[in-house]
T-cell receptor
Framework: NAGVTQTPKFQVLKTGQSMTLQCAQD?????MYWYRQDPGMGLRLIYY???????DKGEVPNGYNVSRLNKREFSLRLESAAPSQTSVYFC????????FGPGTRLLVL | GEDVEQSLFLSVREGDSSVINCTYT??????LYWYKQEPGAGLQLLTY?????DMKQDQRLTVLLNKKDKHLSLRIADTQTGDSAIYFC????????????FGGGTRVLVKP
């Protein structure tokens, strides 16, 4: 099992550009999550999906949209990137505790 | 919502025990977790404790939970250089893994 996979690993964007971060899990988990990690602030929940077909806002949803394409895949979209969205983004799925992907490092210039 | 606090930094000598502390606010958290993050990597689940337990031991790891004081700790026995990492505690949610709130992380440096 690959667990949770994320693409891309690293991305540089200019302010105003858009992009989609991809996430997939092969553990047949119902719940999936997107977190962002910033220095000194731990991880903050952006959006989550408790099951296929449902999505809900987390602590910091502004500037993001998500799609739960199917049970395996949960994507995060930035429509118009801003420098404040420079961060490391982690996707996770859950059964007993969260299983994290390796992260996407995003730099917005 | 849940608020989770951790100290920022811990320095320990190889072979000694490390104790990482965490306080939380939401007494309804069903599970409390410890995660480890090595440089450039994602978070790895180390261990967790169910809220009706006081202690859980897993090889070199011991988790202590004081529900009255809302205090969680992780003890690492015989700390090794490979234990150098950032450790996060997390809690919250009514079901395992649901919508966890993370502390800011404790950076552990193990000196030879």
């Amino acid at each position: 099992n690959a667990g949770v996979t994320q693409t891309p690993k690293f991305q540089v964007l200019k302010t105003g550009q858009s992009m989609t971060l991809q996430c997939a899990q092969d553990m047949n988990h119902n719940s999936m999550y997107w977190y962002r990690q910033d220095p000194g602030m731990g991880l903050r929940l952006i959006y989550y999906s408790a099951s296929e077909g449902t999505t809900d806002k987390g602590e910091v949803p502004n500037g993001y949209n998500v799609s739960r394409l199917n049970k395996r895949e949960f994507s995060l979209r930035l429509e118009s990137a801003a420098p404040s969205q420079t961060s490391v983004y982690f996707c996770a799925s859950s059964e007993r505790g969260l299983n994290f992907g390796p992260g996407t490092r995003l730099l917005v210039l | 919502g849940e608020d989770v606090e951790q100290s920022l930094f811990l320095s320990v000598r190889e072979g000694d025990s490390s104790v990482i502390n965490c306080t939380y606010t939401d007494s309804s958290s069903t599970y409390l977790y410890w995660y480890k993050q090595e440089p450039g990597a994602g978070l790895q689940l180390l261990t967790y404790i169910f809220s009706n337990m006081d202690m859980k031991q897993d090889q070199r790891l011991t988790v202590l939970l004081n529900k009255k004081d809302k205090h969680l700790s992780l003890r690492i026995a015989d700390t090794q250089t490979g234990d150098s990492a950032i450790y996060f505690c997390a809690g919250g949610g009514s079901a395992a893994g649901n919508k966890l709130t993370f502390g800011g992380g404790t950076r552990v440096l193990v000196k030879p």
